[in-house]
């Protein structure tokens, strides 16, 4: 089994940084592709940002593009979401999720297997 636990989220101003972790343990060898997630309050889960297997290849919704960075550190089984320029859509609660597919990592919520329980991430204007 994998757990996955994230860490970082609070408040920030408009404009603001914040720095979300995610901490995987368990079988962590079958986990290829690591993403980010958010939801905000009375919206669906919306896909963030994704990594591959060592990090050749990320995906990023367009939203965030050119404003979050996301990687990964494979010693300490951590994958880390950097948000800079944040803004107040940007408030949501911030989800890890894992998957042992290999290749170009997914923007789908259906392919990712494993999930963590969630950061809150609150950005005011």
């Known amino acids: 089994q994998v757990q996955l636990v994230e860490s970082g989220g609070g408040l920030v101003q408009a404009g603001g940084s914040l720095r979300l972790s995610c901490a995987a343990s368990?079988?962590?060898?079958?986990?290829?592709?690591m993403a980010w997630f958010r939801q905000a309050p009375g919206k669906e889960r919306e896909f963030v940002a994704s990594?591959?297997?060592?990090?050749?290849?990320?995906k990023y919704a367009d939203s965030v593009k050119g404003r979050f960075g996301i990687s990964r550190d494979y010693a300490k089984n951590t994958v880390t979401l950097q948000m800079n320029s944040l803004k107040p859509e940007d408030t949501a609660v911030y989800y890890c999720a894992a998957s042992p597919r290999f290749g170009v990592p997914s923007m789908l919520e259906n392919e990712y297997e494993y999930w963590g329980q969630g950061t809150q991430v609150t950005v005011s204007s």
């Open positions: 368990g079988r962590t060898d079958s986990l290829y592709t």
């Open positions: 990594i591959s297997w060592r990090g050749v290849s990320t």
